[in-house]
């Protein structure tokens, strides 16, 4: 999906003038995880310049139920500031790689109160406008079966929709064909029997009495 979105948005980015284009940052838009397990949260983005020696990644967190948002970590300078007094004290890893644009965190030991939208922001200078992307965290005891369940579901349906669709398609044209061939068949027995009986047929040979 990430994948589509980036080929989304390199066409529509490239129709831009150049001192309009932004930088594209994505992230998933939701990740279940297994309570106590590790999480990754993959972050990057698409610009249309290198890779700056200046690339900064940010991530901030908001609670589920608050309004507030706060900074977990940020890297930038070819350092990585990770959160030292927060909810993630010790638990949050730099598993990115800034010269491939991923800007990567890895949460350790996730936990409910963890739940929560985690937002990442990028900057590759000159491209430093662009809109932040976030990812919300929802952790289970067990990972529920229907997440994936629904999902497939959804993509089985939609592509069982189209088979559908296309399979009736060509049954009706060849349907359709079927017929006008059996019309034209038809059309063309009549007429050669019609000229048949013509040819076969002829009138009776004229007789003309002599006058008394």
């Not at 003038?17 to 993959?42: C, F, K, M, N």
Request: some cysteine; proline content about 6%; charged content about 20%.
């Amino acid at each position: 999906m990430l994948t589509v979105l980036a080929l989304a948005s390199v066409l529509f980015l490239g129709t831009v003038p150049e001192q309009a284009r932004a930088i594209v940052i994505y992230t998933g838009w939701e990740r279940h995880a297994v309570l106590g397990a590790d999480v990754r949260l993959s972050c990057s983005f698409f610009s249309w310049h290198w890779t700056s020696e200046e690339v900064t990644f940010s991530w901030t967190y908001r609670a589920d139920g608050s309004r507030d948002s706060i900074s977990i970590f940020h890297y930038t300078g070819g350092v990585a500031y990770l959160d030292n007094k927060g909810p993630f004290r010790d638990r949050l890893e730099f598993v990115g790689n800034p010269a491939r644009r991923d800007g990567s965190i890895l949460l350790k030991s996730v936990d409910f109160g963890d739940n929560g939208t985690f937002t990442c922001d990028a900057k590759n200078p000159p491209d430093i406008s662009g809109r932040p992307s976030s990812v919300r965290l929802l952790v289970f005891e067990k990972v529920p079966i229907q997440a994936g369940v629904i999902t497939g579901s959804i993509i089985g349906t939609v592509l069982g929709l189209l088979i559908l669709i296309v399979a009736i398609y060509y049954l009706m044209r060849f349907l359709v064909a079927r017929r006008v061939f059996s019309l034209n068949v038809s059309k063309h027995g009549k007429k050669k029997k019609e000229t048949q009986q013509r040819q076969l047929w002829t009138p009776p040979p004229l007789t003309i009495s002599p006058m008394p």
